[in-house]
C-alpha cells in the first residue's frame, strides 16, 4: 500500500493547518491509522490515531486542539490542527497499520512549520 499526504506548510502561531493522507493499493487491510511527528533533533512522537471503528488516541501535548478523523470509504486520515503552537513545528508522518500483523505503511512526510 502506498500513503499520500498532504497539507502541510507554514502558518503563523494560533493558526490552524489539515493534513490528509491517502492510502492507496490492494492485498492490505487497514486498521489504524494516524500521524507521527519528528521535529529536528527530537525523536519520532505519535501525535494521533485512529482505528477502523473510530477510537481514537492523542498525545497529550495536542489533546483539546488537534482532531484526528477518518473516511474508511477512502481510506483517508485527516488531521485537524487548530491553535497551532511554535512547538508543533515537525515534518508530520502518516502511517497505516494492517490488520494482519505486519509491518506499518507510511507517507513521505509533509512539513507543517509553524512561525511569525
Known amino acids: 500500500v502506498q500513503l499520500q499526504a498532504s497539507g502541510g506548510g507554514l502558518v503563523q502561531p494560533g493558526g490552524s493547518l489539515r493534513l490528509s493522507c491517502a492510502a492507496s493499493?490492494?492485498?492490505?487491510?487497514?486498521?489504524?491509522m494516524g500521524w507521527y511527528r519528528q521535529a529536528p533533533g527530537k525523536q519520532r512522537e505519535l501525535v494521533a490515531s485512529?482505528?477502523?471503528?473510530?477510537?481514537?488516541n492523542y498525545a497529550d501535548s495536542v489533546e483539546g486542539r488537534f482532531t484526528i478523523s477518518r473516511d474508511n470509504a477512502k481510506n483517508t486520515v485527516y488531521l485537524q490542527m487548530n491553535s497551532l503552537k511554535r512547538e508543533d513545528t515537525a515534518v508530520y508522518y502518516c502511517f497505516a497499520r494492517p490488520v494482519d500483523p505486519g509491518t506499518d505503511a507510511w507517507g513521505q512526510g509533509t512539513q507543517v512549520t509553524v512561525s511569525s
Open positions: 485512529i482505528t477502523s471503528g473510530g477510537r481514537t
Open positions: 493499493g490492494r492485498g492490505f487491510s487497514i486498521d489504524a
